[in-house]
């Protein structure tokens, strides 16, 4: 079991719902992030926030709204979306931190939602 | 822009072989590399954390090297076993930004 942990696993919703999928990291990090993966393509860097504050937008359709209340949640607000939206969301938390070898920024994700849109 | 590469895209060996996973990187100005395991519909598990300054890590059965000046790092995993099979992800990161490859399914026969 990881310290980051999501809700919910699966998702079915149509085209017309509004959904709300939601992380929450218990490492003590100041950064989170939602990654979306599908079938056959890389993992995408979707957003980031540092902080509470958003600190990327990868070109990511307004369609899908993110929302961090604090350092150690995480929303993702859907709606309208389509059916190639369907894929696996993955969310992951991080903090900068300064060793004797430098800086590390080691990433540790949940278990992700599958998310389907019919 | 960073491009990350690994190679193979899917390999599938005996029990009890050794192996090496390949991970190619374009930007070698980067905090660290991190190796993942990633089980069929499943999160992504750590496995290994190279900072930039290192050249290798070892957990268990697990080695990975990194060689910045090249852009390369690569996954040895000794003796292998069925329960190996994944699919392995490299990360490079550099400032909060993570770039990941496309992966190496790895699959070990009894």
């Known amino acids: 079991e990881t310290g980051v942990t999501q809700t919910p696993r699966h998702l079915v919703m149509g085209m017309t719902n509004k959904k709300s999928l939601k992380c929450e990291q218990h490492l003590g990090h100041n950064a989170m992030y939602w990654y979306k993966q599908s079938a056959k393509k890389p993992l995408e860097l979707m957003f980031v926030?540092?902080?509470?504050?958003?600190?990327e937008n990868n070109s990511v359709p307004s369609r899908f709204s993110p929302e961090c209340p604090n350092s150690s949640h995480l929303f993702l607000h859907l709606h309208t979306l389509q059916p190639e939206d369907s894929a696996l969301y993955l969310c992951?938390?991080?903090?900068?931190?300064?060793?004797?070898?430098?800086?590390?920024?080691?990433?540790?994700f949940g278990p992700g939602t599958r998310l389907t849109v019919l | 822009k960073q491009e990350v590469t690994q190679i193979p895209a899917a390999l599938s060996v005996p029990e009890g072989e050794n192996l090496v996973l390949n991970c190619s990187f374009t930007d070698s100005a980067i905090y660290n590399l991190q190796w993942f395991r990633q089980d069929p519909g499943k999160g992504l598990t750590s496995l290994l954390l190279?900072?930039?300054?290192?050249r290798e890590q070892t957990s268990g059965r697990l080695n990975a090297s990194l060689d910045k000046s090249s852009g390369r790092s690569t996954l040895y995993i000794a003796a292998s076993q069925p329960g190996d099979s994944a699919t392995y992800l490299c990360?490079?990161?550099?400032?909060?930004?993570?770039?990941f490859g496309d992966g190496t399914t790895l699959t070990v026969k009894p």
């Open positions: 992951a938390s991080s903090q900068v931190v300064r060793t004797g070898a430098g800086a590390k920024d080691e990433q540790f």
């Open positions: 190279i900072q930039s300054s290192q």
């Open positions: 990360a490079v990161t550099n400032a909060g930004k993570s770039t």
């Open positions: 926030y540092n902080f509470k504050e958003q600190t």
